[in-house]
């Protein structure tokens, strides 16, 4: 299975904030848009990082972060953890396991075609050995029935 495929099932939707954004606006976007992590774009709309629920905790765990004074560009990673959609999801996998992302914006080219977390990626693989175990399941029944 493509990364495309998770997208296609997913949406293209990818909500952004600008650099500014302060570490309090970006927690409560996150919380009401029931989200994991937003992208950082600059004045021309292009991403330059992203902000995960990993970086806002790190950021207040390892000083006294401010909700009104942190901004989005000193919570970002950059540049954002990017793969093509036309990459295969165990590539996506070895991705973020090599480089402890559980986030990973989906670039079309130039072209951001959706956002995919760790979470999608797991869905993916438990359909894939879901089907696996059913199709061993009718393969020993039939064996049986011989």
Do not use: W
């Amino acid at each position: 299975m493509k990364v495309e495929d998770i997208i296609k099932d997913k949406g293209r939707s990818v909500s952004s904030v600008h650099p500014e954004m302060k570490l309090g606006e970006i927690a409560r976007l996150l919380r009401d848009k029931r989200i994991g992590s937003v992208t950082v774009t600059n004045p021309k709309g292009q991403i330059i990082g992203l902000v995960t629920e990993r970086a806002i905790v790190e950021a207040m765990a390892e000083s006294d972060a401010c909700a009104d004074t942190v901004s989005a560009a000193a919570l970002m990673v950059s540049p954002a953890p990017a793969i093509e959609s036309s990459a295969d999801v165990y590539m996506a996998m070895r991705q973020m396991t090599n480089t402890r992302n559980r986030h990973l914006v989906v670039m079309d080219g130039q072209t951001v075609a959706g956002l995919i977390s760790i979470g999608d990626l797991v869905k993916v693989r438990m359909r894939d050995m879901e089907l696996e175990n059913n199709v061993l399941r009718d393969i020993a029944r039939a064996n049986l029935s011989r």
